[in-house]
C-alpha cells in the first residue's frame, strides 16, 4: 500500500486545517487507518484511528478538537483538525493495517504559529 498524505501548513493558534491521505495499491484489507504526529524532540505518538466499523480513537489531547472519517470509496482517511494550539504543531504521519502490517505516509507539516 502507498500512501500520499497532504495538507499540512502554517496556521495561526485558533485555526484549523485538514489533512488527507489517500491510498493506492492493496486497499481492499485496509482495516485500521490512522494519524500520529512527531513533534520536535518528541516521540511518535498516536493521535488518532478508525477502523473499517467507522469507530474512532482519540488521543486525550486532541479530543473535541480533531475529528478523524474516511471515505472507504477513495481509500483516503481525513483528520479535520480545530482549534489548533502551539503543541498541535508537529509531522504528521498517516498509517493503514492490513492486520498486523502497518504502512506509513511520508509526513506533513503542521506548524502553528501567529
Known amino acids: 500500500v502507498q500512501l500520499q498524505a497532504c495538507g499540512g501548513g502554517l496556521v495561526q493558534p485558533g485555526g484549523s486545517l485538514r489533512l488527507s491521505c489517500a491510498a493506492s495499491?492493496?486497499?481492499?484489507?485496509?482495516?485500521?487507518m490512522g494519524w500520529y504526529r512527531q513533534a520536535p524532540g518528541k516521540q511518535r505518538e498516536l493521535t488518532a484511528t478508525?477502523?473499517?466499523?467507522?469507530?474512532?480513537y482519540y488521543a486525550d489531547s486532541v479530543k473535541g478538537r480533531f475529528t478523524i472519517y474516511r471515505d472507504n470509496a477513495k481509500n483516503t482517511v481525513y483528520l479535520q483538525m480545530d482549534s489548533l494550539k502551539p503543541e498541535d504543531a508537529a509531522v504528521y504521519y498517516c498509517?493503514?493495517?492490513?492486520?498486523?502490517?502497518?504502512?506509513w505516509g511520508q509526513g506533513t507539516l503542521v506548524t502553528v504559529s501567529s
Open positions: 495499491g492493496s486497499t481492499s484489507s485496509i482495516t485500521v
Open positions: 478508525i477502523n473499517s466499523r467507522s469507530t474512532t
Open positions: 498509517t493503514v493495517y492490513r492486520g498486523s502490517i502497518s504502512s
